[in-house]
Structure formats: C-alpha cells, structure tokens
T-cell receptor
C-alpha cells in the first residue's frame, strides 16, 4: 500500500498563477483533508471532505478550492496564487468513523509563490 | 471549540536521557487524543492515540502517553531518547461523536545532543 500520495513534491509559482495539488489514498478511507503548515503555527485545516461528494471549509479556506473527485482522490486548487500561500501543504485521510479518527498523512508539497 | 496547547516550542535533551513533552487540551467532554511525529522534510506519523479505557497508552518507537482528565493533559514520555528521535512532535485533539476534524497544537521541536 502506498498510503497517501501527493503530487508534486515541490512547486514554484509566480503571483497570479494557478495550480492544482493532487492527493490520492489507497486505504479506502472516507474522510480526506488538506492542511497547510507554516513555521510556529502547526497545521491549519484548509478544507476537508467527510465523505465522497461532500466538502467543507476548515480554518483557512480563503484563496483555495477543493474537489473530491472520487473516494480515492481529493485535489486542492489555487486559482490565483499569492505570496501568503507559500507554505508546505499536507493531505491526510481517515476512516472518519468511531473509533478510527486518526489521520494518515502524505509526504507534503512545498510551494513557493514569488 | 476544542483547542490544544503545547507550551514548549523547543526542547533539548541528551541522548539516553528521559523525555516528557507537554500537551494540554481544552474540551468539555472526553476527547480523542493523538501524538504525531514529523521528521525533517517528511509528513506526520502517528505515534499513539487515546480514545477510552486505560489512561496510559503505548505507542510506536518506545513512546507512551498518559491521559489525565483532572489536568486536561496528555503528555508524551520516553524513558531514554535516541538520536533518531530528533523531530517535531504534534499533539492533536478530536471531539467525540461525529466530528471528523482534528485540532493540532503548534508543535514541539526536539533536539538531541550526544
């Protein structure tokens, strides 16, 4: 099992450019999540999907959109990148049902916006 | 809403010494509690979790944590650290009954000196 995979690993964008971060999981999990990690701020939830076909905003959704393409895949889109979106982005998945709320993380995408 | 506090931003310990990382949570009912570890440039890996029952839980890599309801704490311990334990450690809390989201602390960076 690959677990949670993310592409790309690294990306450099210019201000105003758009891009999509891809995430896939092979654990048949119901729930998927996108986080950003910034120094001294821990992980902040951007969007999550409790099940296929549903998405909800997290703590910091502004400037992002998501698509839960199917049960395996959950993508994050930046429509017009800004320097404030320079961060490391992590995708995670979870069974999302008692008692299995633990989340499994991908390796991350390091994004720089210039 | 639930919250998590990790009061120590950075801890340095000698190899072979014991370790305790602090985590305090705020939530009215019994939470689900997790500890994750992040090695440099990597994603987060689950060390251990608490849902109910025995308040002392064992995890991977020789770590354990104790849930203390009276102190709203879930501190992570290891009797003897190894150089490979150098990493960032995150405590996370989830609420009971149906909320699939986790709230993460801001992390504690652990440095090991020979």
């Amino acid at each position: 099992n690959a677990g949670v995979t993310q592409t790309p690993k690294f990306q450099v964008l210019k201000t105003g450019q758009s891009m999509t971060l891809q995430c896939a999981q092979d654990m048949n999990h119901n729930s998927m999540y996108w986080y950003r990690q910034d120094p001294g701020m821990g992980l902040r939830l951007i969007y999550y999907s409790a099940s296929e076909g549903t998405t909800d905003k997290g703590e910091v959704p502004n400037g992002y959109n998501v698509s839960r393409l199917n049960k395996r895949e959950f993508s994050l889109r930046l429509e017009s990148a800004a320097p404030s979106q320079t961060s490391v982005y992590f995708c995670a998945s979870s069974e999302g049902q008692y008692p299995s709320y633990e989340q499994y993380f991908g390796p991350g995408t390091r994004l720089t916006v210039t | 809403a639930q919250s998590v506090t990790q009061p120590d931003i950075h801890i340095t310990v000698s190899e072979g010494a014991s370790l305790e990382l602090r985590c305090n949570y705020s939530y009215g009912a019994t939470p689900y509690l997790f500890w994750y570890v992040q090695s440099p440039g990597q994603g987060l890996q689950l060390l251990l979790k608490y849902f109910s029952g025995d308040t002392l839980v064992q995890g991977i890599k020789g770590f354990e944590a104790e849930f203390k309801r009276s102190q709203s704490s879930f501190n992570l311990r290891k009797p003897s650290v190894h150089w490979s334990d150098a990493a960032e450690y995150f405590c996370a809390v989830g609420v009971s009954f149906g909320n699939e989201k986790l709230t993460f602390g801001t992390g504690t960076r652990l440095t090991i000196i020979p």
